[in-house]
């Protein structure tokens, strides 16, 4: 799984496995190759992981508080929720994965757990898109869709940081069979290095300068973990260096891309809108605005103002 970052204690550039069986072989193990042979154990789990699917269409909710509107109904294949407070939810606590479209995955918490019948769960008071993941919200996440719970079941891939962005072939199953077994899981997974990226900017703003230019600016996030440090006058940048891109659209179209920027601001002049659109244009503008990291543009903000 190309996963957000979930702890200091693992590098920011590696992905994230779980496995389970039924009944559990004890530990599995995680077999690498570049080639189809040539297989060589990457690392081990020695806890089966909870998956599950989605019961029902899960729609998209507000982000940075609870979402009490949806319900987020779950088929676990193994394992049981409980109820918690809402601080244990704030620091981890009841938070799952949720492949929202191949590969790309919401981090959803709730506070709130119940069992209706054998295996499916309701969910409820819901804390949406964590860890940046907002960009990952659909409307809806389809039934079916795999529920992965984040716990000790879940662990990092041991990779070096020059081996994402390309595909490798993969095989899980039992630590006590080879690479070869037929019983194993034979996958293509390539790495992206998720936990790279960027989150998306917040709080844009839009002034009116007289004159009739047009001063842009938004907040920049962190996704470095001293960034929940609320004694912190400003959060830690998390990036080698301060950077953002900025889309101007006309409707769908692309008109200017603004690239460079070091400073969470643009002057959009009227200079700039005559040659965009044609005249100094004065009514709502569509922007899209985007921190830039070691992998380009991060979660992108699409917003009118």
């Known amino acids: 799984m190309n996963l957000p970052q979930l702890s200091e204690d693992f590098p920011d550039w590696q992905p994230y496995a779980a496995a389970h069986a039924a009944p559990w072989y004890g530990t ?11 297989f060589a154990v990457l690392t081990t789990i020695s806890r089966p992981g909870w998956f599950g699917t989605l019961a029902f269409p899960f729609y998209a909710g507000p982000t940075n508080r609870f979402d009490r509107s949806n319900e987020l109904w779950v088929d676990m294949i193994a394992g049981q929720f409980a109820s918690v407070s809402d601080t244990a939810v704030f620091s981890g606590t009841n938070w799952l994965a949720i492949e929202t479209a191949p590969d790309l995955w919401e981090i959803v918490g709730f506070a709130t757990a119940s069992l209706q019948s054998p295996g499916r769960w309701r969910l409820t008071r819901l804390l949406r898109g964590l860890l940046g993941t907002e960009d990952a919200i659909a409307n809806p996440a389809p039934a079916g869709a795999r529920v992965v719970v984040l716990d000790g079941g879940v662990k990092p891939l041991p990779i070096g940081s020059a081996d994402y962005g390309a595909a490798w072939n993969w095989r899980i199953g039992a630590s006590s069979k080879p ?10 997974f390539a790495p992206t290095a998720r936990g790279l990226r960027p989150w998306r900017p917040c709080h844009a703003r839009r002034v009116n300068l007289p004159g009739g230019d047009i001063a842009l600016s938004w907040t920049r996030r962190t996704r470095a973990f001293a960034g929940d440090n609320w004694a912190l006058t400003e959060v830690p940048l998390g990036e080698a260096a301060e950077g953002y891109e900025i889309d101007i659209l006309n409707g769908a179209a692309l008109v200017r891309t603004v690239s460079g920027l070091a400073t969470p601001a643009f002057t959009y002049t009227v200079a700039m809108r005559t040659a965009d659109f044609g005249a100094p244009v004065s009514g709502a503008l569509a922007v899209r605005i985007a921190q830039v990291g070691a992998l380009g543009r991060g979660a992108i903000l699409d917003i009118t103002l």
């Open 179 to 188: 690479a070869g077994d037929p019983a194993n899981l034979a996958v293509s």
């Open 28 to 38: 599995a193990a995680v077999w690498r190759s570049a080639t189809t042979d040539g």
